[in-house]
């Protein structure tokens, strides 16, 4: 079976941190990795990528994450945070036959 | 230009009541999909078209049923709404199902 698990329901972090939001995932067939994010009364908009190919992705808004295959894990990462960054982000797994999506974290900026 | 666009924002209506819910894209995607997003943010894959066949049907009850006219319509009709089915339901669409998706504005359902 597939899943994706997402470690932390809340983040909380001072403006300027670094963060680390954290993903695992389970799947015996290839996947593609996405992490998306949703500012408040909006709809989800992705953040970045993994399809294949280099394992650092680049996203939008300073965020990168790392697959690491071996650790099935997919964490997203941003050097410095700045308050526009709160919202409730969410990973997801795409593969031939489901599309799964976590529970999603909230990161909270305090200033 | 809104990618993908959904009518109405929000909707109010009472229990056993039957209401649609209208989803476009202008992006010329080939997949659409629906979503229920519960009052903890759970985001649940409902239904997946692609080019107007139905793909992935999810455990739902069949008081649900998606219709999509053509390729760039996927609308949503609830039947006997339950007191449950209050959520916000976000319409999506990618190229692909391997790729990104993109996702509307969302309806806010409130069945009373």
């Known amino acids: 079976a597939q899943s994706v698990t997402q470690l932390d329901s809340q983040v909380p972090v001072f403006e300027e941190a670094p963060v680390e939001l954290r993903c695992n995932y389970s799947?015996?067939?290839?996947?593609?990795l996405f992490w998306y994010v949703q500012y408040p009364n909006q709809g989800l908009q992705l953040l970045l990528k993994?399809?294949?190919?280099?394992?650092l992705v680049k996203g939008i808004n300073g965020f990168e994450a790392e697959f690491n295959k071996s650790q099935t894990s997919f964490h997203l990462r941003k050097p410095s945070v700045h308050i526009s960054d709160t919202a409730e982000y969410f990973c997801?797994?795409?593969?031939?036959?489901?599309?799964?999506f976590g529970s999603g974290t909230r990161l909270s900026i305090r200033p | 230009d809104t990618a993908v666009s959904q009518t109405p924002k929000y909707l109010v209506t009472q229990m056993g009541n039957d209401k649609s819910i209208k989803c476009e894209q202008n992006?010329?995607?080939?997949?659409m999909y629906w979503y229920k997003q519960d009052s903890k943010k759970f985001l649940k894959i409902m239904f997946s078209?692609?080019?107007?066949?139905?793909?992935i049907n999810e455990t739902v009850p069949n008081r649900f049923s998606p219709k999509s006219p053509d390729k760039a319509h996927l609308n949503l009709h609830i039947n006997s709404l339950e007191l449950g089915d209050s959520a916000v339901y976000f319409c999506?669409?990618?190229?692909?199902?391997?790729?990104?998706?993109?996702f509307g504005p969302g309806t806010r359902l409130t069945v009373t």
């Open positions: 799947s015996s067939v290839s996947v593609y």
């Open positions: 993994y399809l294949s190919g280099s394992t």
């Open positions: 997801a797994l795409s593969s031939a036959s489901k599309i799964i």
């Open positions: 992006l010329g995607h080939d997949t």
């Open positions: 078209y692609n080019n107007k066949e139905l793909i």
């Open positions: 999506a669409s990618s190229q692909d199902r391997r790729y990104e998706q993109y």
